[in-house]
């Protein structure tokens, strides 16, 4: 956890899953979960991204941070696989997947302290890329400062709890 105004959050501009431009910057004036997903994981995307959304779901409307879901698996990203993520992990309409290169999300990995590591698997006819990436989210606050870093597994009370001190104006 950091107090307020100690540490910027790191901007970036990508797109999400729909094309549309995604930027934190956008989202000021509003509380942000940023987390670090790929949309082929079977083993804890699922599981992190079924703790954010009950987050998220458990807050009063106005009070839900918004969720920014950077892929850290450029080979997957495509609508086919983002739909069948939110039906299958039975996410909010609210989560946006920020999308874009390797070179352009590996910039993002880096200014957060994610660690990807891509390793390729060929195999007759077809290029697997299997993705192994450090489990975080970020909290950052309606002004774009990290408030607090949970890292997989977390329980979504602790989560929870950070927002709403967020909300109250207080520390995460």
Same mark, same amino acid.
């Given at each position: 956890?950091?107090?307020?105004?100690?540490?910027?959050?790191?901007?970036?501009?990508?797109?999400?899953?729909?094309?549309?431009?995604?930027?934190?910057?956008?989202?000021?004036?509003?509380?942000?979960?940023?987390?670090?997903?790929?949309?082929?994981?079977?083993?804890?995307?699922?599981?992190?991204?079924?703790?954010?959304? +009950?987050?998220?779901?458990?807050?009063? %409307?106005?009070? *839900?941070? =918004?969720?920014?879901?950077?892929? @850290?698996?450029?080979? #997957?990203?495509?609508?086919?696989?983002?739909?069948?993520?939110?039906?299958?992990?039975?996410?909010?309409?609210?989560?946006?997947?920020?999308?874009?290169?390797?070179?352009?999300?590996?910039?993002?990995? +880096?200014?957060?302290?994610?660690?990807? %590591?891509?390793? *390729?698997? =060929?195999?007759?006819?077809?290029? @697997?890329?299997?993705? #192994?990436?450090?489990?975080?989210?970020?909290?950052?606050?309606?002004?774009?400062?990290?408030?607090?870093?949970?890292?997989?597994?977390?329980?979504?009370?602790?989560?929870?709890?950070?927002?709403?001190?967020?909300?109250?104006?207080?520390?995460?």
């Amino acid at each position: 956890m950091w107090p307020a105004g100690k540490r910027r959050a790191p901007d970036f501009a990508l797109r999400d899953q729909a094309g549309a431009p995604i930027s934190l910057h956008a989202a000021r004036g509003r509380a942000v979960i940023l987390t670090f997903i790929d949309p082929l994981c079977t083993n804890l995307c699922p599981l992190e991204a079924r703790v954010l959304d +009950q987050v998220v779901r458990s807050l009063p %409307r106005a009070q *839900r941070p =918004a969720i920014i879901a950077v892929s @850290v698996n450029p080979w #997957a990203d495509s609508q086919r696989n983002f739909r069948r993520d939110a039906r299958k992990w039975r996410l909010d309409r609210s989560w946006r997947w920020a999308v874009g290169s390797k070179a352009q999300l590996a910039r993002v990995w +880096q200014a957060y302290a994610i660690g990807v %590591r891509v390793r *390729r698997i =060929a195999v007759p006819g077809l290029v @697997v890329h299997e993705v #192994a990436h450090t489990e975080a989210s970020y909290l950052i606050d309606p002004r774009g400062f990290k408030r607090a870093l949970f890292v997989y597994p977390f329980a979504a009370g602790d989560v929870d709890q950070a927002v709403r001190q967020l909300e109250k104006g207080g520390a995460a």
